[in-house]
């Protein structure tokens, strides 16, 4: 009989920052939050996550959910493009690397050299370790002594799971995130593996909805627990977002996953169009089939247009929005180089932002319109569902309604719940009941504004 719990701590690392909630299971409500920076180290041999900071945060804040509101079981989600190497006794045996580290040419020739296909991985090349497979590439050949020590390699959510419980483990959904180790429509590994020699290191294969084990009783001291406390395996955070999508609705339908990357799911769609050349991949979902995505760092981007401005209020950043059109105020891609649908082209304005307002409501549009671009490159249909940050963004949402054609949803309130919710639904937690806020495609009209976008933007863009 399958057990029903009530309370289940999420453990959430995203690229940015990192949180552990308490969901209920009936309801999905948030009945507890902690969260922290998640800081790069620019020390040692590489820059790299500062694990040991994690781990700490992640036990205090299990003692303190464990003397109210309580939990009943684990389960984790993160960030992708990360793998740990343990040594033989289940510690470091090199940090933990930030994939946004570049490597030398050289290093990054040789990997290309090594790397399958396309075809093959449905996987495109991206700079610096957003490649997973560039990244043990880099670790074993710049450092082959560190590497020596290297026993077991597990992907990131999973390697949370082995710090709880000891069990040493992989998973599908961040093995088919653009890693170039896995075969999205095999479910298999790539060839990859077997090139970079590291076959006999890859710990065992489970399912994001196996629990790895109880909670380490030295551990389960440490925190408190009176009884044992499972943890399940875990998932990919983009891939936790959309599996209360695909539990709720039959496709076609689009998910955008919003953060420091925005990830467009095509549920229903076609693998076998996809580009590499516009960050155009498959992703692998909870149950392990092949998703067609498209991808940009539209969070990252939306910081770097609006830093050294203070957010603006809705009405100004409304008001703002017809001077923008007027004055043909508009971001042209790219922000950040070599990711998304124009890689290799150096973005600017046509006219400067005179406001912050202005500024915010220009990188919405922009944001907007990158989003419905990409959707359309991986032949997305039907409603689009936003979850993250970005689900509070009015002015995005009802652009990018306009742009794509299709209505945009959001669940009430606009919260950006979606990786925790995804993450507890592995533990057999109810699909909670969720009121949606609807974005009609004709609640705003910038069509002409995204075709002067296109038209500036136009094929051409590739190679800009």
């Known amino acids: 009989?399958?057990?029903?719990?009530?309370?289940?701590?999420?453990?959430?690392?995203?690229?940015?920052?990192?949180?552990?909630?308490?969901?209920?299971?009936?309801?999905g409500l948030e009945l507890a939050a902690r969260r922290m920076a998640n800081a790069v180290i620019n020390t040692g041999p590489y820059p790299h996550f500062d694990i040991e900071s994690l781990w700490a945060f992640i036990l205090d804040s299990l003692r303190a959910f464990a003397r109210g509101p309580g939990f009943d079981a684990?389960?984790?989600?993160?960030?992708?493009?990360?793998?740990?190497?343990?040594?033989?006794?289940?510690?470091?045996?090199?940090?933990?690397?930030?994939?946004?580290?570049?490597?030398?040419?050289?290093?990054?020739?040789?990997?290309?050299?090594?790397?399958p296909p396309f075809s093959e991985t449905q996987s495109p090349a991206l700079p610096g370790g957003l490649n997973l497979g560039a990244q043990l590439h880099f670790q074993k050949t710049a450092f082959p002594e560190l590497f020596s020590d290297v026993k077991t390699i597990v992907t990131y959510p999973q390697y949370w799971a082995f710090r709880l419980t000891g069990v040493a483990a992989n998973e599908a959904t961040s093995l088919g995130c653009h890693t170039d180790l896995w075969r999205p429509q095999e479910g298999t590994y790539s060839t990859l593996i077997e090139s970079l020699g590291i076959s006999s290191l890859i710990a065992p294969l489970r399912s994001a909805f196996d629990v790895l084990g109880p909670i380490l009783p030295d551990l389960a001291e440490h925190i408190g627990l009176s009884h044992p406390i499972p943890v399940y395996c875990g998932i990919h955070d983009s891939n936790a977002s959309l599996l209360p999508h695909l539990l709720?609705?039959?496709?076609?339908?689009?998910?955008?996953?919003?953060?420091?990357?925005?990830?467009?799911f095509a549920v229903g769609g076609t693998a076998s169009g996809l580009d590499p050349?516009?960050?155009?991949?498959?992703?692998?979902?909870?149950?392990?089939?092949?998703?067609?995505?498209?991808?940009?760092?539209?969070?990252r981007e939306f910081e770097l247009l609006t830093q050294g401005t203070q957010p603006?209020?809705?009405?100004?950043?409304?008001?703002?929005?017809?001077?923008?059109?007027?004055r043909d105020i508009m971001r042209l891609p790219s922000v950040v180089e070599g990711s998304g649908p124009f890689p290799n082209r150096r973005g600017r304005?046509?006219?400067?932002?005179?406001?912050?307002a202005q500024t915010h409501a220009a990188a919405s549009l922009y944001a907007a319109m990158m989003t419905a671009w990409s959707l359309e490159l991986v032949g997305?249909?039907?409603?689009?569902?936003?979850?993250?940050?970005?689900?509070?963004?009015?002015?995005?949402?009802?652009?990018?309604?306009?742009?794509?054609?299709?209505?945009?949803?959001?669940?009430?309130?606009?919260?950006?719940?979606?990786?925790?919710?995804?993450?507890?639904?592995?533990?057999g937690m109810s699909l909670p009941n969720v009121e949606e806020t609807r974005f009609s495609q004709e609640s705003l009209d910038i069509r002409h504004y995204f075709r002067t976008f296109r038209d500036r933007c136009g094929e051409s863009a590739l190679s800009a």
């Open 74 to 115: 684990v389960s984790i989600t993160t960030h992708g493009a990360s793998a740990v190497l343990l040594n033989g006794q289940g510690g470091l045996a090199m940090p933990v690397l930030d994939y946004e580290h570049r490597y030398p040419e050289t290093v990054c020739a040789a990997y290309d050299g090594l790397r």
């Open 277 to 299: 050349a516009r960050d155009t991949l498959a992703n692998v979902d909870a149950h392990g089939h092949a998703v067609p995505s498209c991808r940009y760092m539209g969070g």
């Open 380 to 427: 997305a249909d039907g409603p689009i569902l936003v979850e993250g940050p970005f689900a509070r963004n009015k002015l995005y949402l009802r652009a990018l309604a306009n742009c794509a054609g299709r209505d945009v949803h959001i669940a009430e309130g606009g919260t950006p719940t979606g990786t925790a919710e995804g993450a507890a639904l592995l533990t």
């Open 312 to 326: 603006p209020e809705e009405l100004e950043i409304e008001g703002a929005l017809s001077d923008v059109l007027a």
């Open 1 to 27: 009989m399958t057990r029903v719990f009530e309370r289940i701590a999420v453990i959430d690392i995203g690229k940015t920052n990192a949180k552990v909630v308490v969901l209920q299971a009936s309801s």
């Open 349 to 356: 304005w046509t006219n400067e932002p005179q406001s912050a």
């Open 248 to 264: 709720r609705r039959k496709p076609p339908f689009s998910v955008v996953s919003t953060g420091t990357w925005i990830i467009g």
